[in-house]
C-alpha cells in the first residue's frame, strides 16, 4: 500500500551533477580556440605580423581553459539526497513527492554506452530530478529508457536504501515492455569499428575541407579582395565549428545495443539488439566458455572477458572493462579485445549464470569485485 508523503526526513551523501550551463563554458572556449587558431594560421586573412602570434596565444589559453572548465563540470560537486516533509531535494533543487511517478532506467555514460547502475527518474509534471545509483543492479524490467543525464549519484548500497524509502511513498513504476528485462551488449568501445563509428562525422568533415579547400583556394587568388579572402575564412571555421558539432552530438548519442542476453531459470537467451528476434537459446550448462584476460588499448590494467560458444557454433566474447573484476592471473591472456562488452551490474550477472563464481582451483577469483594486480 502507498502511504501519503510524511514529515520524516531521511538523507544521504551524494555526488551532485553539474547543470548543464556549467558547459556552456567550455564550449565557448573551444569555438574561441577554433576560430583565433584558424584565422592565426589562414594566410588569406589579412593581419598585421604581429596579431597572428596574439591569436595563436590566445587560441592556445582558450583551449587550456576549455580542458580546466569541463573537468570542473564533469567531476560535480559533494551535496545530499534527501526526503524532507515529503519534498524530494537534490542540493538547490527539489520535487515535491504528491502526485509524482517513479520510472526506473539503466544508467549509462556516453561513449563507453555500457550500463553503470540504476537511475530513479521522479517526475512531478513540471520538475523531475534523476538519481543514478552506481554499480546498483536493478533486478527487474526498466520502465524508462536507458538515460546518461543525471542530478545526483549514490552508492549501491545508499541508492537501494534510497529506493526503498521512495517505493513506500510513490506509486510503483509502469510495466514495461516483455523482453525489456534482457542486459544489453554493446560493441566494445576500443574495437576499430566503435571507433569509427564515433569519429565519422569528423572523417567527414577532414574529407568536405580536403576536396573544398583547394576551390577556396583558387576562388581567393582570381578574386583578390578583403572580402573574398574573409569569405573564404568564415567558410572555413563554419565547415570546422559544424564538423566539431556533429562529433560532439554523434558521442553523445546513444547507439542501439549488438545483443540483448536474458539469463533465467537456467538458460541463456540471445536477441537481437533491435529486432528482439530469439538468435540463440541454450541451457548455460550446454554453452561453453573460456576465460581470458586483455588489455584495452595500452592500459598496463588487464580486464576479464569470457568467450561463449553456443550450441549453433555462434561465438561470442564479451568483456568488463572495470579494474574491479579479474580472473586469476594464470588465466591466459588474450591479444586482442572482446568485440563487446557489459557493464559492471551485467558482468555479475552474467558470472553468476555461468557459474564461474567459485573457489575450486581452476576457477575465478571468489569475488570478482576484489582488485587483483596484472604484476
Not at 85 to 98: I, N, Q
Request: hydrophobic content about 45%; charged content about 20%.
Amino acid at each position: 500500500m502507498v502511504r501519503a508523503p510524511g514529515p520524516s526526513s531521511r538523507a544521504w551523501k551524494a555526488n551532485l551533477a553539474s547543470p548543464r550551463s556549467a558547459y556552456a563554458a567550455p564550449a565557448a572556449l573551444m569555438v574561441t580556440a577554433m576560430v583565433a587558431i584558424s584565422a592565426s594560421q589562414a594566410s588569406a586573412v589579412p593581419l598585421p605580423g604581429w596579431a597572428r602570434p596574439l591569436l595563436l596565444g590566445a587560441g592556445i589559453a582558450a583551449v587550456l581553459g576549455c580542458w580546466v572548465t569541463w573537468a570542473r563540470a564533469a567531476t560535480g560537486r559533494s551535496g545530499r539526497v534527501a526526503i524532507e516533509g515529503g519534498r524530494l531535494v537534490v542540493g538547490e533543487h527539489e520535487v515535491p513527492l504528491r502526485g509524482a511517478r517513479l520510472r526506473l532506467a539503466s544508467w549509462q555514460i556516453p561513449h563507453v554506452w555500457l550500463n553503470q547502475g540504476t537511475v530513479a527518474l521522479v517526475d512531478q509534471g513540471r520538475a523531475a530530478l534523476a538519481i543514478a545509483g552506481r554499480d546498483h543492479a536493478l533486478g527487474e524490467a526498466p520502465s524508462a529508457s536507458p538515460t546518461y543525464r543525471i542530478d545526483a549519484t549514490l552508492e549501491a548500497g545508499d541508492f537501494a536504501d534510497f529506493l526503498r524509502e521512495l517505493r513506500s511513498m510513490l506509486p510503483p513504476p509502469p510495466a514495461a515492455a516483455p523482453g525489456a528485462a534482457a542486459m544489453e551488449i554493446m560493441l566494445h568501445p576500443s574495437t576499430a569499428r566503435a571507433g569509427l563509428r564515433s569519429m565519422m562525422p569528423w572523417l567527414q568533415t577532414i574529407a568536405a575541407m580536403c576536396v573544398l579547400g583547394p576551390v577556396l583556394g583558387i576562388y581567393s587568388q582570381r578574386v583578390p579582395s578583403p572580402f573574398a579572402s574573409g569569405a573564404v575564412a568564415v567558410v572555413l571555421v563554419a565547415m570546422v565549428a559544424t564538423g566539431l558539432y556533429r562529433t560532439v552530438r554523434a558521442a553523445t548519442r546513444r547507439p542501439p545495443p549488438s545483443f540483448r542476453m536474458t539469463l533465467a531459470d537456467g538458460w541463456i537467451t540471445l536477441l537481437g539488439g533491435t529486432t528482439g528476434a530469439v538468435l540463440e537459446r541454450d541451457p548455460a550448462s550446454e554453452v561453453r566458455r573460456e576465460r581470458k584476460l586483455y588489455s584495452a588499448g595500452r592500459a598496463a590494467i588487464r580486464f576479464p572477458m569470457v568467450k561463449l560458444r553456443f550450441r549453433s557454433g555462434r561465438t561470442l566474447s564479451i568483456g568488463a572493462l572495470d579494474d574491479r573484476f579479474g580472473w586469476p592471473l594464470k588465466v591466459r591472456r588474450s591479444w586482442w579485445t572482446p568485440r563487446y562488452a557489459v557493464g559492471g551490474p551485467d558482468w555479475e550477472a552474467l558470472v553468476d549464470a555461468l557459474q564461474l563464481r567459485s573457489d575450486t582451483p581452476d576457477a575465478p577469483i571468489s569475488s570478482v569485485w576484489q582488485r587483483h594486480s596484472p604484476y
